[in-house]
Structures are given as C-alpha cells and as structure tokens.
C-alpha cells in the first residue's frame, strides 16, 4: 500500500473551515484514499473516501488533485468536538486481507 | 442498529490468565477485524475473518486465537497473557464496500 505523508498538527479556529493535507505520490490506480479519525480514547471513525472524484458528505469534503499525488479534507465548520487525529490512508479495497496501515496522523486541535 | 459491539471495556488480568474479548455487528457485515493499539502508536492487524468462516493471521497474530463464531460474532482469546499484551483492542467489521466500522474498544492491562 501506498504511504502517506500527514503534517503532525494544527490548529483550527472553532467555525471555521479547517483544510488537513495529505501526500500520497506513489499511490497506485486501484488504490482509495480513506480517511478516518481518533477522537481520545475512541474507536477510530470513518468520514470519508475517494478513487478520483472530489467527494462529499454530511461529515466532510475530500478534495483530490488530479494526478491523485495529494488529497485534502475539508470541515466545513469546525466545532470543538471534531477535536481529533485524523488518519489519511490509501489501500486497495477488494483485497483479501485488507489492513488499514495507520500512520501518525495529524493531530487537530479546534480552539474557540 | 448498535453497530459494532465489544466487551468487556476493561479488564485487568495477570500474568498467565486467559480471556476472551468478544465483538459482534448488526449490519450484516461479511469481514470482521481485531487491532491492538499500543500508546501513542497506530493500529496494528492481529486477526481478520474475510467471511463466516474463515480466519487469517495479521500482521501481529502471536499469543492470540480467534472465533468466527457467526457472522455477527469475532471473538479474541489470549490464552496466556503477557505484560507485552498490555494494549487498547479494537474489533472492526467491513461490508461490500470495504469501509471498516469500529467499535469502542476493550482496554486490557496486564500486570
């Protein structure tokens, strides 16, 4: 599976939009960009994927760039329970066995 | 529609004791998973059932067994625990879609 580079931190303004990046130059073409997050102490939850498409949903926006070398998620309106680190992961889906490789994250912290 | 269930959600065991954490999902999900989560460390694969069944070794299997009991329950036995085994386990189930669904965790120490 692809690696994914994530910065360690950042701050994000309560209401505000707040923009995580995530580099993944080596993913191949069958290969997802995933994202989940680790609120303290929880299971860690899943907000979002995509192969090409920008996608969104209730929780996000996922914004991928066109030779699918980097990635960005968007929320919207950050409030302080999205407080969390977020994973960016990329792996093949359909694959026996299929493990989600969990890097360090970036570690977000929602000020008011 | 609970999810992904686990229990206990803590436990606390000695040296050589044994245990069994249980799961289970009520969305009909086919792939089920355990991880364990060290301290500031990420999640590690022990077992994964890809379908009722079937059971396959991880990244990390040593020490544990697994039980694919149905297709809602996967459960997680250590049959002689370890301080190493001190750990945040989690169980996680997947559908056609292949998006895994976690549960809250079971928080093991062992002294």
């Known amino acids: 599976d692809a690696k994914t580079t994530q910065p360690p931190s950042m701050d994000c303004a309560e209401g505000r939009a707040a923009n995580l990046p995530c580099n993944h130059s080596?993913?191949?073409?069958?290969?997802?960009v995933y994202w989940y997050r680790q609120i303290h102490s929880q299971g860690p939850q899943y907000i979002i994927h995509?192969?090409?498409n920008n996608e969104t949903n209730e929780m996000a926006s996922l914004i991928i760039t066109e030779d699918r070398k980097s990635s960005t998620l968007i929320l919207p309106h950050a409030t302080l329970r999205d407080t969390a680190v977020y994973y960016c992961?990329?792996?093949?889906?359909?694959?026996?066995?299929?493990?989600?490789?969990f890097g360090g994250g970036t570690r977000v912290l929602v000020k008011p | 529609n609970a999810g992904v269930t686990q229990t206990p959600k803590f436990q606390v065991l000695k040296t050589g004791q044994s245990m069994t954490l249980q799961c289970a999902q009520d969305?009909?999900?086919?792939?089920m998973y355990w991880y364990r989560q060290d301290p500031g460390m990420g999640l590690r694969l022990i077992y994964y059932?890809?379908?009722?069944?079937?059971?396959d070794k991880g990244e990390v299997p040593n020490g544990y067994n697994v039980s694919r009991l149905n297709k809602r329950e996967f459960s997680l036995r250590l049959e002689s625990a370890a301080p190493s085994q001190t750990s945040v386990y989690f169980c996680?189930?997947?559908?056609?879609?292949?998006?895994?669904?976690f549960g809250p965790g079971t928080r093991l120490t062992v002294l």
């Open positions: 059932s890809a379908s009722e069944g079937t059971t």
């Open positions: 992961i990329v792996y093949k889906i359909k694959a026996a066995g299929n493990k989600l490789t």
């Open positions: 969305m009909n999900h086919n792939s």
């Open positions: 996680a189930s997947s559908g056609y879609t292949d998006t895994q669904y």
């Open positions: 995509g192969l090409k």
């Open positions: 080596t993913i191949s073409g069958n290969e997802y």
